[in-house]
């Protein structure tokens, strides 16, 4: 586990406020990375049977990750693969963020995170699977992604970016 990866759960510890359970299986990935065989030693040490019961609690870790992430830059290859980790550790998937009331926050951090790829007026090869990535990530299918990236390539047209560079389907309007 990168460094990057350890100050960033460090600080989330430190910044957010989790259940204690949450914090102490905060501290085993800052100490072990996301390692399957300390997280199934926890399990079994605290008599956790089933860490998917606590999604509405764990779910909420990998959106703070998320964001975390994405406050300097777009997401890094370890980045997704890190909440890639989180998700299948804790049982996550894409319809569990709906399902638990969490898409506003998916909303807001897609948005965020293609304000950035769209700053440019243009969407490069690399960006195109970025946006494929955030897409897979937190389980969209591709209206419903597209609708959100809509609103950054409709800015993006309005600074002057031309449409065959944007890597969007906009419906057109009479």
């Known amino acids: 586990m ?12 430190a910044n957010k406020e989790y259940p204690d359970f949450l914090n102490t299986i905060l501290q085993v990935i800052v100490s072990n990375g996301i390692d399957p065989v300390a997280m199934f030693k926890f399990k079994e040490e605290n008599g956790i049977e089933d860490i998917a019961r606590f999604k509405e609690f764990t779910i909420d870790v990998v959106l703070d990750y ?10 890094a290859p370890y980045e997704v693969s890190c909440i890639r980790d989180l998700q299948l550790l804790f049982r996550i998937d894409g319809e569990d963020y709906a399902a638990l009331g969490k898409m506003g926050r998916v909303h807001d951090l897609l948005i965020g995170q293609l304000e950035k790829l769209y700053e440019d007026n243009r969407i490069d090869a690399s960006e195109v699977l970025v946006k494929g990535e955030l897409q897979s990530l937190f389980g969209l299918g ?3 992604f597209n609708k959100i990236a809509q609103q950054c390539a409709k800015e993006a047209l309005e600074r002057g970016a031309n449409i065959k560079d944007l890597d969007i389907f906009l419906p057109y309007d009479k």
Request: aromatic share 8%; net charge negative; with cysteine.
């Open 2 to 13: 990168t460094k990057a990866i350890q100050d960033s759960f460090s600080l989330l510890i």
């Open 142 to 144: 591709y209206s419903d």
């Open 66 to 75: 998320a964001e975390l992430c994405l406050e300097d830059d777009i997401l």
